[in-house]
């Protein structure tokens, strides 16, 4: 009975756009902001900001980014990693070249010139779609992470070929480095997270959201109202690699600490398509979830076993992960092809109607 | 040395210097095409008759080859094991007609196409969940010795599977043009609606489709695995089909073959000659970016139907 | 009825794909403020016309005018839209992950300037510019008495709303020629009517030009100015209702006598 629109009137259009319009919801989320900024770093150790939620958060941006363009705008890409790779070496070349460059600005242009790779990868969405499509973007893929696996230039000429996150402040605080704690870095990739999930939000409510969208469901008609498809999916192709290019920038300053490029090889790509379809094709809301069940399942399959007493080698975890991701993958685009933001939207409506059954 | 010799000057010279070695690199990689034609060959049948690009043709090519090895590893000999591998393939597709596409009909390309990609994850995790992960030798009593031939150095297991994938197709043709399931396939195959109208048991079809295609991811995946070992890396191998397959159009059978050899030679002869001036492993990437590159001249590769859009 | 200014020409428009003859040196006149219908029998060229008029199709020769501009022959459909032509389609072509406001919203994306960065803060144009386009929408949304279903995801609707639905989008980006091809296939008797009442209505209240495909003789002549026939891809009769009503050329294409 709590949950109820009853006399919330919208008197102007503006209110009737907002992206929560009815008031409990914005409440939750206001109540989610604060839990997740004041209460989780008090409480949460460092193997639960560390191995759980830095990563589930950086996989939700890039989550976020393919979402853009495979759930908004309906081209698959299997090129994820690749984009996040580009992040990563450009924030890297960039601060180890001019280490006085404030941290986030590093970020913001290693997602730039994700966005710029990602536009030169896009090219060929207009001629080609769909399937076809989906094997250019693993042109992008392997080519990508060649390049920065065999140019020595992109990792310094470091003999071992890896590439390490030096430390650097924000405001004073150590963020990224050995010596910055888990709760700043969980901190940083929050912030990160909520201001980019609002301007994708943002997007996708606003007339390019809608381009992208008319695309998706039918680029003849759209073209006939005066959608420019090309430009209307190179941009799409372009923010998408640019949420993509801050995610891994995050991932190895905030999160690894120092990677190789393995550490951004074809199944990450795979990785975050599947937070796509079980989150939700077409949902912000969704990315973050399917991040959430993607990065948390594993850590469950491998911990479950020991906490009802049972020993469970290594690799059978790994394999029965497997056989989940699959066969969920295929449950949920049988069953509930929106995903779990789906269900999650489903539940709300039950509620806002609850107990009367219509 | 400069960067025009090394891309422009250098290559030929090596090629025309020693022309023998650059026949045998030609033969090698139309070998390797081969082998990309033949798991190639299982994507343009299943596409063909159903309208799925079926991402998993790659990991049922590991999942073939890792049933029969695994049996092997147990002591089952070789004659109990290949029947069993075979009934296991079309156990598979009837699982998969029954639990993935029936439920799936009419959905949109893109779904199916996912829904392969979740396949291709469970039979990855179901594979080695039943085999084991380590790397397994396949050992069939293939030959494998070098002989000469006009002066090249050929080897007798490349032959061999030369003539595998020749005698394939040769009865794929004839499974499809000469017989009573083929043409209700092909009836399928250009419309599915109509093809059940008159009668044809769709899901038969279906069932059968991927069937045979599971039989032709068996043997490549016995090339495959003969050649270098079967582990988790032949379905990467295998994923070098799909630029093989939209570089030659993926309805068309001898555009499987075209373009598999068309990417098997080229990778060599990138590798071999153009490796050293872009720092090597070039094999990793070529193929894709070639069939970028064709697609965005040619959207429907070299051999696809040009699919005239109705509005 | 109207000015008789010429708002499009199609002159001696041929097309053909392949060895097959979709149009065959058609000339059109379409005047600014008319009803103007094209009927032939099925596979006459009529939808092929209609592609061919808003860029999906180049024809191999012949040209287009349109107010008094010659169309360049590399125009893409949506330069066409740009200059001002809207259409709606024989089988619904709607975005059908997206609601009716949304659909609406689309029709409207010739109307807006503001730039990737203003979307994404939603803040200062794109944000005034949002509600100014809804304005307008919700201006079409009433005309077509559609605004219970604003919220509704357009692939939940009945055929005959979708067909509705997607004359607004049409009507959303405010076009000065309007091409309706088979507006009331598949409707009953008072879906029609409301049909016919709304392009009639399209053409009073929102001054643009229609041209229309249909099929349903009893409303082709109520409703339009001049009626164009088409048959085999060439043009056979053009003029009032009257006339082509009794024109015999007409009557033998729909009656089939055999072409000696």
Redesign the interface.
Known sequence: MLYRETGQFKTSYRRDQAIFPIAQDRWCVALVLVAAYGVVPALANEYWLQAVLIPFLIYALAAIGLNLLTGYTGQLSLGTGGFMAVGAYTAYKLTTAMPDLNIVIVFLFAGIVAAAVGLVFGLPSLRIKGLYLAVTTLAAQFFLVWLFNRVAWFYNYNPSGTITAPPRTLMGIMVTGPEATAAVRYLVVLSFVVFFALIAKNLVRSEIGRTWMAIRDMDVAAEIIGIRPLTTKLSAFAVSSFYCGIAGALMLFVYLGSVETLAFDINVSFEVLFMVIIGGLGSILGSIIGAAFITILPIFLTNAPHLVGLEMRVDLAKEIELIIFGGFIIAFLILEPRGLARLWQIGKEKLRRWPFPY | MGFFDIWFVTPFTEILSAPIFFAEVVLGGLMTGVMYSMVALGFVLIFKASGVFNFSQGIMVLFAALTLVGQMERGVPVWVALPVTVAVMVALAYGIERLVLRPLVNQAPLTLLMATIGLTFFLEGFGELLWGSNVKRLDLGIPDDSFDFAGMLLNEFELFAALTAAVLVALLAVLSQKTAIGRALRAVADDHQAATAVGIPLQTIWVTVWSVAGLVALVAGIMWGSKSGVQFSLSLIALKALPVLILGGITSIPGAIVGGLIIGVGEKIGEVYWGPAFGGAIENWFAYVLAMVVLFFRPHGLFGEEIIERV | MGSRESLLSVEGVSLS?GAVQALVDVSIEVYGGEILAIIGPNGAGK?SLL?VI?G?YRPQQGRLVFMGQARPRNL???H???QGI??T?QNV??????STL?NL??????H?R?G?LS????WGR??R???AQ??YV?RVINFLEIEAIRKTPVGRLPYGLQKRVELG??LA?EPRLLLLDEPMAGMNVEEKEDMCRFILDIRDEFDITCVLIEHDMGVVMDISDRIVVLDYGRKIADGSPDEVRANPDVIDAYLGVAHA
Not at chain 3, 93 to 98: H, Q
Not at chain 3, 105 to 110: A, E, I, P, Q, Y
Not at chain 3, 119 to 122: D, E, I, K, N, R
């Open positions: 794909f939808t592609n808003n999906v893409r459909p949506y066409v839209a740009r809207a259409r389609f072509a709607l975005f059908k992950g997206m949304d919203m689309t029709g409207r994306v010739l807006m503001s990737l979307q994404a803060l939603y794109a944000l510019e949002e509600e809804r304005a919700e989008r049409a980006a």
